[in-house]
């Protein structure tokens, strides 16, 4: 099972707060899959402070 929810900044979400509930063992089987893996890896590069202005340009680059 897993929750989100909107921290709301002026009208809008500013932070998605995502979190999920597992069984013990299957938690020791989710730490070892390549999934946790790319999931660690992909939430470490978004800490690193260049990626915010990518992810910033990308989605002000779209059109509609």
């Known amino acids: 099972m897993y929750f989100t929810q909107d921290v709301n900044a ?3 979400p500013h932070v998605i ?3 999920f ?3 013990y063992l299957d938690w020791c089987r989710f730490q070892k899959s390549q999934l ?3 999931l660690t890896k992909y939430l470490e590069e978004l800490e690193m ?3 915010r202005k ?3 340009s990308n989605t002000t680059e779209r059109k509609f």
Do not use: A, I, K
């Open 17 to 19: 707060r995502m979190s």
């Open 21 to 23: 509930e597992l069984p």
């Open 54 to 56: 990518l992810c910033q």
């Open 10 to 12: 002026v009208g809008y």
């Open 49 to 51: 402070p260049d990626s």
């Open 36 to 38: 946790f893996h790319d």
